[in-house]
DNA sequence: ATGAAAGCGCTAACAA
DNA sequence: TTGTTAGCGCTTTCAT
């Protein structure tokens, strides 16, 4: 296809220095007679001259690409974050390859080698359990940056969000909302996958907010899931239909899919969600609008994130190896609360 | 780090074809002594060995991977697609580039040049305008297929959906559903950029099936933004309260973020959703649930896309040149219709 | 049953 | 001011 150095070089008579001196504009600064240069840049200005990406990685051993890795992108928070990361990728000329796990860890391990055979610079991870990040840093030489999940690793750089935190707020935020209005408040709430760090702390700090403003326990009720999806969100709340008969004063998901998968089995069961009834997810989407209810979601800042992740990366590829933690704040929003 | 061929051989003793052999797990075939088999698999087992796909690559003049632009993966469509291509292409041993060139040509151009340097094998692309697929083709040795926009190219296979029939379903639906109630139905179409033919197809088409069934031209008011985003929803919806009385009985949106931005702008201006105003959109999306409305929306069949667009390019890696145009049906969607 | 060597296209060190 | 060459790690052909 594209036309090599070597061809131009000797379609023109001249050695694949100078060919290589003009195009990368040092004819200049090499002295390379303008006659030359001249013919040179006409010659690919005809044919066009691509740059072999392989060859050059190959010799400089180094591919200029990081990847990405998350559970799904079909989750609104994991596409919008692979989306900023690409832009600040890009920006910096390094391409971003992105791929989906489906948090399951074989997947996963069988993607880290795969793009460790591929040569990727650097590897940004929402790891899928506590086994991956040694692994992956040691196939990466450590040029990993973890994301999202916190199994307790000093030695790697993590951007985390202060689940702990915005949990505690969301807690006190509802419970005083229902306090307000004589109300005495009674909590469902639905946990993905709490092997997962991040859930693990949004359902311990919520629990232990309750607790500090003398919640009796038996107004929270808690049911976790395998999974933070969809139908695991219908089945939580199916089963929660099934064994109580008062519907909680408030409804609180550790997720969006779950979210909807419990609004969904409320009105398939129930027939639609009561207007009062007070709802509340992690993580936030314009599509919350369009409910009636009163709402909290809490917001990540993905921004911070990305730009955390790729300072640390920089780091990393510069040789320099002193992994910090970062924790991004989280915003509460409340939509119809008063 | 990893330890190359040549090393491993010379560690041994032994020469690289015999490595590679085993490595291959063919040192039956070629009759290589079970010792020198035995040595090979401990070494490799205890070092382990990652193949450098990089010099591969260069040598084979392939690289087993593909890429795929598409506008933006906060859409939740190409999202969805994107997550299923990946899975498609690595159950075929290939690697999928995932980018987004939020619709400017420019960028898409450079990442289409950008994925030709790095020697991907093939090209998905949704089009950012009419001048891409030639260039894109060129560049790809023919081996790409253009996704979701028709700009009428019959040389390239092409995956679209059926935006034309599912329009007229989707017009007739909300008219007779109008006419059952006894309303004398007035419609707002809100249509992102027309110049992307699978916008300009679901506008048209609905404006002629409504001229079918007879309806007063000035009960159809068309918005045309020049982008499908949040703020030209917003925008939109804004201009025809600011300019308009009455508000149209139905309203309509080529894509789910203007209809976010429309529905945002009229509670906004007006307080709240009239409970009665009938809503449709093209895509669809689970908190669609959300809305107490009559509403209708057009779901696009990503798996049949993401399936005709593999094999087609498969046909091309082949060598064969015969590209097809396939077209993907559309499901019509109703909630609170009755 | 195993080995040697060329070459993919590029970069960088050295030569002239 | 320009040219020559080694080598990145792999695959493949041809020799033993």
Known sequence: MGKTIEEIASELGVSVTTVRLVLLGKARQYRISKQTEERIKNYTEEHGYQINHTARSLRLQRTDS????????????????????????????????ISCCYDNPATQLQLIQNFRQRNIDGL?????????????????????VLLDRDFGFADYPIIITDNQ?????????LHSHAANRGIDPSFLFIAGNPEMPSIASRL?????????????????QIRT????????GMEAMSEFLRTNNHLPSALVTSSIPLFEGALHA???HHGLVPKDMLLATFDDH??????PNPLCSVRQDSTYMVNAAFAEMEQLIAGVNQPERHIAAMTLISRNMD
Chains 1, 2 share one sequence.
Not at 74 to 82: Q, R, Y
Not at 124 to 144: E, G
């Open 66 to 97: 990081l990847a990405l890795i998350v559970p799904r992108l079909s989750n609104h928070f994991f596409a919008a974050l692979a989306e900023q990361l690409e832009i600040r990728c890009r920006d910096a000329g390094l391409q971003l390859f």
């Open 225 to 232: 899931a395998p999974r933070n999806g969809f139908s695991e």
């Open 266 to 268: 409320l009105r398939e």
């Open 165 to 173: 935190n915005s949990s505690q707020q969301l807690a006190r935020t």
């Open 124 to 144: 940004f991870v929402v790891p899928s359990n506590q086994s991956i990040p040694p692994k992956a840093a040691q196939l990466f030489n450590q040029r990993m």
């Open 286 to 291: 314009t599509m919350l609008d369009f409910l």
């Open 204 to 220: 311990t700090s919520f629990q232990a907010a309750l607790a500090e403003v003398k919640l009796a326990s038996n107004n929270l």
